[in-house]
């Protein structure tokens, strides 16, 4: 029944892994391990699905990478999703006030799409409904991570569940709890955190022309705005803005929202007509320094929350789900210390590189200093008509770069 507390079959029982946070990345892991019926697991989560306190399944959208496709694919995840989402057939970046222009095709990168459009709630309906018909994943929820104590054989944790306690012991436990992870504090593990100064505001937009499946990208004064097309003609925006303008664009009514945006992305969709609800995202970097202690293992915003310039978030963690799952199906223990390290070993560089790549952009698109306004225009203007960069940022930015888990090489001809 939604929403209702589920009694975990839970205490005498030694779990193979339970994940702490059923959000995006939490719900996308056990997902993956749908086929893995001889495993038990468990999912400890705060907020019912269907609730609108959930903080994960928001009106936020995702971009999905390409990679990320391969990956929904392998989970035989992708006929569910594939008509609901909107493709992304090319992405046109620019910069307000200067003349440089890029654009990617995806005929350019031989794919059937650059990327997918998703709406969190869509995406988390399609997982909800293959870990709710699967029984040998309990979804305990209402339920929050309270205590955590581990030694060499397992993680004993205690969980509020409704009205009552209860102690749970697995041989893995996976903290996808978001980027304030309390599975992450308690296990002690360590994490670099700075704050961008800039909040992103996100709402839907109808507009006087078709998206035609143009994903924009525009840089300001201002901080970055993206258009990302959804489905029924909508657009997805993001409009980054500094900390202390986020409470005025905020408090504007609907019609000066509108005007001050299309004043900061132009006209290449025509007068913005309608635009729904806004909501708004503090921006932080967060990274942890180790993914794994023990037998804990970090994964999602609960390892790295970035910013969403580059929308590259949850198609990190969708790697890190990937090579997770592959890990617990295919070991008797898979908390074991040595598979932990061959997993940190396995994403660490992956992460790296996306957050170099994630910060680069932040901070150069962020950046009103004149010169560097005006290297980001040669950049882009160079990026035009030097089709090799624009590969390498296009395989970037599809997900193309990372390595692949054996999840997907398995999906290979
Ligand atoms: C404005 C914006 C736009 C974005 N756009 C993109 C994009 O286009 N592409 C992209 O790839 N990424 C994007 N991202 C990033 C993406 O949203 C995140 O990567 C993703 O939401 C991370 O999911 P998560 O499950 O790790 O964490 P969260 O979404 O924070 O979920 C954590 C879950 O854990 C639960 N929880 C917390 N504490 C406990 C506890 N103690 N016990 C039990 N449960 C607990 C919560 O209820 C929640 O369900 C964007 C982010 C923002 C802010």
Same mark, same amino acid.
């Given at each position: 029944?939604?929403?209702?507390?589920?009694?975990?079959?839970?205490?005498?029982?030694?779990?193979?892994?339970?994940?702490?946070?059923?959000?995006?990345?939490?719900?996308?892991?056990?997902?993956?391990?749908?086929?893995?019926?001889?495993?038990?697991?468990?999912?400890?989560?705060?907020?019912?699905?269907?609730?609108?306190?959930?903080?994960?399944?928001?009106?936020?959208?995702?971009?999905?990478?390409?990679?990320?496709?391969?990956?929904?694919?392998?989970?035989?995840?992708?006929?569910?999703?594939?008509?609901?989402?909107?493709?992304?057939?090319?992405?046109?970046?620019?910069?307000?006030?200067?003349?440089?222009?890029?654009?990617?095709?995806?005929?350019?990168?031989?794919?059937?799409?650059?990327?997918?459009?998703?709406?969190?709630?869509?995406?988390?309906?399609?997982?909800?409904?293959?870990?709710?018909?699967?029984?040998?994943?309990?979804?305990?929820?209402?339920?929050?991570?309270?205590?955590?104590?581990?030694?060499?054989?397992?993680?004993?944790?205690?969980?509020?569940?409704?009205?009552?306690?209860?102690?749970?012991?697995?041989?893995?436990?996976?903290?996808?709890?978001?980027?304030?992870?309390?599975?992450?504090?308690?296990?002690?593990?360590?994490?670099?955190?700075?704050?961008?100064?800039?909040?992103?505001?996100?709402?839907?937009?109808?507009?006087?022309?078709?998206?035609?499946?143009?994903?924009?990208?525009?840089? #300001?004064? #201002?901080?970055?705005?993206?258009?990302?097309?959804?489905?029924?003609?909508?657009?997805?925006?993001?409009?980054?803005?500094?900390?202390?303008?986020?409470?005025?664009?905020?408090?504007?009514?609907?019609?000066?929202?509108?005007?001050?945006?299309?004043?900061?992305?132009?006209?290449?969709?025509?007068?913005?007509?309608?635009?729904?609800?806004?909501?708004?995202?503090?921006?932080?970097?967060?990274?942890?320094?180790?993914?794994?202690?023990?037998?804990?293992?970090?994964?999602?915003?609960?390892?790295?929350?970035?910013?969403?310039?580059?929308?590259?978030?949850?198609?990190?963690?969708?790697?890190?789900?990937?090579?997770?799952?592959?890990?617990?199906?295919?070991?008797?223990?898979?908390?074991?210390?040595?598979?932990?390290?061959?997993?940190?070993?396995?994403?660490?560089?992956?992460?790296?590189?996306?957050?170099?790549?994630?910060?680069?952009?932040?901070?150069?698109?962020?950046?009103?200093?004149?010169?560097?306004?005006?290297?980001?225009?040669?950049?882009?203007?160079?990026?035009?008509?030097?089709?090799?960069?624009?590969?390498?940022?296009?395989?970037?930015?599809?997900?193309?770069?990372?390595?692949?888990?054996?999840?997907?090489?398995?999906?290979?001809?």
């Amino acid at each position: 029944m939604p929403g209702a507390v589920v009694e975990g079959r839970g205490e005498g029982v030694l779990y193979d892994a339970i994940i702490i946070g059923g959000g995006m990345v939490g719900a996308s892991l056990a997902a993956a391990l749908a086929a893995q019926t001889g495993k038990r697991i468990a999912v400890v989560e705060a907020y019912a699905f269907e609730s609108q306190s959930q903080p994960s399944f928001d009106d936020r959208v995702i971009a999905m990478s390409y990679g990320s496709r391969r990956i929904f694919e392998a989970m035989n995840l992708w006929s569910q999703l594939e008509s609901l989402i909107e493709p992304i057939l090319s992405i046109h970046v620019s910069d307000r006030g200067h003349f440089g222009v890029s654009r990617l095709h995806h005929t350019e990168e031989n794919v059937e799409a650059l990327g997918y459009v998703a709406e969190n709630r869509v995406l988390g309906q399609v997982l909800m409904d293959r870990v709710r018909s699967t029984p040998h994943i309990e979804w305990l929820c209402p339920a929050q991570l309270e205590n955590l104590q581990q030694d060499e054989q397992g993680v004993d944790i205690t969980i509020r569940l409704g009205d009552t306690k209860k102690n749970l012991r697995t041989k893995l436990l996976v903290a996808a709890d978001g980027a304030t992870s309390r599975a992450r504090e308690l296990a002690g593990l360590n994490l670099q955190r700075s704050d961008y100064g800039q909040s992103a505001i996100i709402a839907n937009v109808q507009t006087e022309y078709p998206h035609q499946n143009v994903a924009y990208e525009r840089f #300001t004064e #201002t901080g970055p705005i993206a258009f990302l097309p959804m489905t029924q003609n909508r657009c997805s925006v993001v409009w980054t803005v500094r900390h202390d303008e986020a409470d005025a664009v905020m408090a504007l009514n609907d019609e000066n929202f509108m005007a001050q945006l299309q004043q900061r992305f132009g006209f290449r969709l025509g007068h913005i007509l309608r635009c729904g609800k806004r909501h708004v995202y503090p921006l932080a970097y967060v990274a942890a320094e180790q993914l794994t202690k023990g037998r804990v293992a970090i994964i999602g915003n609960a390892a790295h929350a970035l910013h969403p310039v580059s929308g590259q978030g949850y198609n990190l963690a969708l790697r890190d789900v990937a090579a997770m799952a592959e890990l617990i199906a295919r070991h008797e223990d898979a908390g074991h210390a040595l598979l932990l390290a061959e997993y940190h070993a396995a994403r660490y560089q992956d992460m790296q590189r996306v957050y170099r790549f994630t910060d680069t952009l932040a901070q150069l698109f962020s950046n009103r200093l004149t010169p560097l306004a005006h290297a980001r225009a040669a950049g882009l203007v160079l990026l035009d008509i030097l089709p090799p960069l624009r590969h390498l940022l296009a395989k970037q930015s599809m997900g193309l770069l990372a390595p692949m888990s054996r999840m997907l090489r398995r999906m290979q001809p």
